[in-house]
Nanobody, 127 residues
Framework: QVQLVESGGGLVQPGGSLRLSCAASGFNLDGYYIGWFRQAEGKEREFVAGLKRGSSTTYATESNKGRFTVSRGNGKDPAYLQMNNLRPADTGVYYC????????????????????WGQGTQVTVSS
């Protein structure tokens, strides 16, 4: 069965760090584009950071550059989203997603193009 499972969410104070994990079963992530998305309460799901297939360079939105890093190991290793200097605005449910084809349209990472999604993990940034 092909699925993604996120873990590592929780409550953190502003300025703190978290590392989210995305484990895949039924396939290996190193052959896929990986995207991390966030959905805050009452808002649409939005792209936060991603990794192109075969690349180790993180692509992040302007507000996340320098704070969020996406990485992955080889083979069956999970992918990760390292989040530093967290802000209350970073609060939401975080989802990892994977796709074999490019999800990038006009420089935007489009959620609807991703083939596989995890169930999400809650991140709350609050003092």
């Amino acid at each position: 069965q092909v699925q993604l499972v996120e873990s590592g969410g929780g409550l953190v104070q502003p300025g703190g760090s978290l590392r989210l994990s995305c484990a895949a079963s039924g396939f290996n992530l190193d052959g896929y584009y990986i995207g991390w998305f966030r959905q805050a309460e009452g808002k649409e799901r939005e792209f936060v950071a991603g990794l192109k297939r075969g690349s180790s360079t993180t692509y992040a939105t302007e507000s996340n550059k320098g704070r969020f890093t996406v990485s992955r190991g080889n083979g069956k290793d999970p992918a990760y989203l390292q989040m530093n200097n967290l802000r209350p605005a970073d609060t939401g449910v975080y989802y990892c997603a994977a796709t074999s084809g490019s999800p990038i349209v006009s420089s935007l990472w489009v959620a609807s193009t991703f083939e596989y999604w995890g169930q999400g993990t809650q991140v709350t940034v609050s003092s």
